[in-house]
């Protein structure tokens, strides 16, 4: 899923939480797998990325491949680590909580990768991060993305299948 609410909430242990609606299946799967992976993207996969935010994973039998996504199985958990992302963490389920409309899904990170522009800080002259800036309606919906750099885009969408 493309995850709009992701924040680190511990050192020791270290620990990363994730807001995702209850509803939505990519909770189920997790709750399931007792595991997931959070891969951090440049601002290049804009498009993919809200594409991923508009489909359900209960239409789909790999929603990664389906936008265009190029994946392996990460060796701690087994879960889907994206062969472009410039950091990925593994994560084994640590705790659930019920927050409202969402639950805050706090994964114990297991293993860490990450491309020579995140080794001691993130070096943003290499990385460009996308960072999700919000949805628009007026023109049909889009998904409106920032980058470090300053860059906006909105990637309008069609009805997924």
């Known amino acids: 899923m493309a995850a709009i609410w992701c924040t680190p909430l511990s050192f020791k242990p270290p620990l990363i939480g994730v807001a995702i609606a209850p509803g939505h299946e990519t909770y189920r799967i997790i709750n399931r797998a007792k595991a997931f992976a959070i891969n951090f993207v440049d601002f290049n996969f804009?498009?993919?990325?809200?594409?991923?935010g508009e489909r359900s994973s209960k239409k789909l039998r790999n929603k990664l491949l389906a936008?265009?996504?190029?994946?392996?199985?990460?060796?701690?958990?087994?879960q889907p680590l994206l062969q472009d992302a410039?950091?990925?963490?593994?994560?084994?389920?640590?705790?659930?909580?019920?927050?409202?409309?969402?639950?805050?899904i706090v994964g114990r990170v297991v293993a860490a990768f990450a491309h020579e522009s995140f080794r001691s800080y993130w070096d943003f002259s290499r990385y460009n991060p996308l960072l999700y800036a919000g949805t628009e309606d007026a023109n049909g919906k889009c998904w409106v993305f920032r980058s470090g750099n300053g860059e906006t885009v909105c990637v309008p969408l069609e009805d997924q299948p």
């Open 86 to 104: 410039e950091a990925t963490l593994e994560c084994r389920l640590f705790n659930r909580h019920r927050t409202g409309t969402h639950a805050l």
């Open 67 to 78: 936008v265009g996504f190029k994946f392996r199985n990460g060796k701690a958990t087994g």
């Open 46 to 52: 804009a498009k993919q990325v809200a594409e991923m």
